[in-house]
């Protein structure tokens, strides 16, 4: 079975930067696009950014200019570089993945903001 495994989150000021890693195994690394996705209290599970096989990255309006996806194949993992945090982005983020017999996510990792 695939997993997936977040780190990296933590407490930061307005401003700041955090990189979350998410390290996988059991599943051809390389083969796969990863996505990194958030989900803030009270609200629903919403996507940040993904990173195609290739290394293609796309990123949704909220984290375009601020975030940046990146991936090391020998490593097995995924990065997002998150800077210029705001309180907004307060949220616990989550690496997932799909292969043919599903998605597969991680546990997440929390990311607090303050003002």
């Known amino acids: 079975q695939v997993q997936l495994v977040e780190s990296g989150g933590g407490l930061v000021q307005a401003g700041g930067s955090l990189r979350l890693s998410c390290s996988a195994s059991r599943i051809i690394f390389s083969s796969f696009a990863f996505g990194w996705y958030r989900q803030a209290p009270g609200k629903q599970r919403e996507w940040v950014a993904t990173?195609?096989?290739?290394?293609?990255?796309n990123y949704a309006d909220s984290a375009k200019g601020r975030f940046t996806i990146s991936r090391d194949n020998a490593k097995r993992t995924v990065y997002l570089q998150m800077n210029s945090l705001k309180p907004e982005d307060t949220a616990v983020y989550y690496c997932k993945v799909v292969v043919a017999r599903g998605d597969y996510w991680g546990q997440g990792t929390q990311v607090t903001v303050s003002s």
């Open positions: 990173i195609r096989s290739g290394g293609i990255p």
